[in-house]
C-alpha cells in the first residue's frame, strides 16, 4: 500500500491568498484526520471524517479553515483567506475504526504565507 | 476530554544506554495507547502500541508498559543508537466513539549522543 499521501508537499503564498491541501488516505481506512503541528502548540486535531462525514470539527480554529471528504479516497483542507500565523505543518492521517487501530500519517505538508 | 502529560520534554542518553519516557492520562476509560516517533521533517511514525487489558508489550529494544490504576503509561528504549534521535509522542483514545480519536502528549526530545 502506498500511505497516505498528500499533496502539494509545501506551500509558499501570500497572505490573503487561498490554500488547498489534500490528502488521499490508505484504502479501506474509513476514519481520516487532519492535524496541523506547530512548535509552539504541538500536534493538534483540526477535524476527522467517518465515512466521508465530518465527526468533529471543534479543533478548526476558525471560518477561514474548511474541509470537505466528497468520497473515500479523498479529502480537502482548504484555508480562505491565509494569514502568517496560519504556517505550520498539516498532516493527513487516516485509520481503520472498527477495532482499535493505530492512525497512519501522511508526510504531511508544509505551509508558509507570507 | 482526554488529557495526556508527557515527561520529559527533552532527553539526551548516551549510545548503549537506556532511554525512558513517561505519559500519564486523565480518562480511565482510555482503552489504546499508541507510541510515535517523528524524525526531523518527517511524518509521525508508529513504533509500538498497547491496549488496555495488556500491561507490557515488547519489540526487540522497544518496550512500552501500563499501569491502569495509575493511569500512566512509559517508553522504554534500551542499548539506545544515534538513530533513535527524534521526537517520540505518545497518545491515548478514549471510546465511546470508537473512532480512535487520538490525544497527544507535547513530545519528548531524545538525543542519542555518540
Known amino acids: 500500500d502506498a500511505g497516505v499521501i498528500q499533496s502539494p508537499r509545501h506551500e509558499v503564498t501570500e497572505m490573503g491568498q487561498e490554500v488547498t491541501l489534500r490528502c488521499k488516505p490508505i484504502?479501506?481506512?474509513?476514519?481520516l484526520f487532519w492535524y496541523r503541528q506547530t512548535m509552539m502548540r504541538g500536534l493538534e486535531l483540526l477535524i476527522y471524517?467517518?465515512?466521508?462525514?465530518?465527526?468533529?470539527d471543534s479543533g478548526m480554529p476558525e471560518d477561514r479553515f474548511s474541509a470537505k471528504m466528497p468520497n473515500a479516497s479523498f479529502s480537502t483542507l482548504k484555508i480562505q483567506p491565509s494569514e502568517p500565523r496560519d504556517s505550520a505543518v498539516y498532516f493527513c492521517?487516516?485509520?481503520?475504526?472498527?477495532?482499535?487501530?493505530?492512525?497512519?500519517f501522511g508526510d504531511g505538508t508544509r505551509l508558509s504565507i507570507l | 476530554g482526554e488529557n495526556v502529560e508527557q515527561h520529559p520534554s527533552t532527553l539526551s542518553v548516551q549510545e548503549g544506554d537506556s532511554a525512558v519516557i513517561k505519559c500519564t492520562y486523565s480518562?480511565?476509560?482510555?482503552?489504546?495507547f499508541p507510541w510515535y516517533k517523528q524524525e526531523l521533517g518527517k511524518r509521525p511514525q508508529l513504533i509500538i502500541d498497547?491496549?488496555?487489558?495488556?500491561g507490557e508489550k515488547k519489540d526487540q529494544r522497544i518496550a512500552v508498559t501500563l499501569n491502569k490504576t495509575a493511569k500512566h503509561f512509559s517508553l522504554h528504549i534500551t542499548e539506545t543508537q544515534p538513530e533513535d534521535s527524534a521526537v517520540y509522542f505518545c497518545?491515548?483514545?478514549?471510546?465511546?466513539?470508537?473512532?480512535?480519536?487520538?490525544?497527544f502528549g507535547t513530545g519528548t526530545r531524545l538525543t542519542v549522543i555518540p
Open positions: 480518562d480511565s476509560a482510555s482503552n489504546y
Open positions: 498497547i491496549r488496555s487489558n495488556v
Open positions: 492521517a487516516s485509520s481503520w475504526g472498527h477495532t482499535l487501530q493505530p492512525q497512519h
Open positions: 497518545a491515548a483514545s478514549t471510546p465511546p466513539t470508537g473512532a480512535n480519536n487520538l490525544f
Open positions: 471524517f467517518n465515512n466521508n462525514v465530518p465527526i468533529d
Open positions: 484504502s479501506g481506512h474509513d476514519y
